[in-house]
């Protein structure tokens, strides 16, 4: 489904996964509760986005300016000032998009470099994260086997027990 504009202002939005499968010229996305751009990335979106207003969101890192390097019809996009890292990475960014619509198609930039250092940073951050709630998953898991692993135990202590009372009232 293509739509040329879709304007959600104000609407405190966290997420636009159903979205992903939309082409989607100009999005304004501006004053919501969006703490991400990796919606950014899903093939639909990033073949068809031209203009892209993320004003007045809750993007908490510049890294994420990252994801608007998959996009490959962006000409146009609007941030709010989010970290000290923000202006240099934006320059960057706009200059990576001047020079690829000047040469016409990408070939090999050196601006491709910092690139990588933005979404390695956000991966990182990422896979901390990931690692953390795998191992709260992990210690609730076994803190529940071993809650199930006693249960089992004693009701196997159980039956010991009424084995002995029935073998000692037969007698």
Do not use: W
């Not at 950014?40 to 993007?59: D, R, V």
């Not at 960014?93 to 070939?107: A, E, H, M, T, V």
């Not at 803190?143 to 027990?161: D, E, H, N, P």
């Amino acid at each position: 489904m293509t739509v040329n504009d879709l304007i959600c202002r104000f609407n405190r939005i966290r997420s636009v996964k159903q979205l992903n499968k939309m082409s989607i010229k100009n999005l304004n996305l501006e004053g919501n509760l969006m703490s991400n751009l990796k919606f950014l990335t899903h093939k639909a979106m990033k073949n068809s986005i031209t203009e892209l207003n993320m004003q007045g969101n809750y993007i908490q890192s510049s890294s994420e300016l990252g994801y608007l390097t998959d996009c490959e019809q962006l000409k146009q996009f609007k941030f709010n000032q989010i970290d000290s890292e923000f202006s240099r990475r934006e320059m960057v960014i706009r200059d990576y998009f001047q020079k690829r619509f000047s040469f016409g198609r990408l070939q090999a930039l050196p601006d491709c470099v910092e690139f990588r250092d933005f979404k390695a940073n956000k991966t990182l951050e990422t896979l901390s994260k990931k690692k953390i709630r795998l191992l709260k998953k992990i210690s609730k898991h076994k803190q529940k086997k071993a809650i199930t692993k006693s249960s089992i135990m004693g009701f196997v202590m159980l039956l010991i027990r009424m084995k002995f009372m029935e073998l000692g009232s037969a007698e």
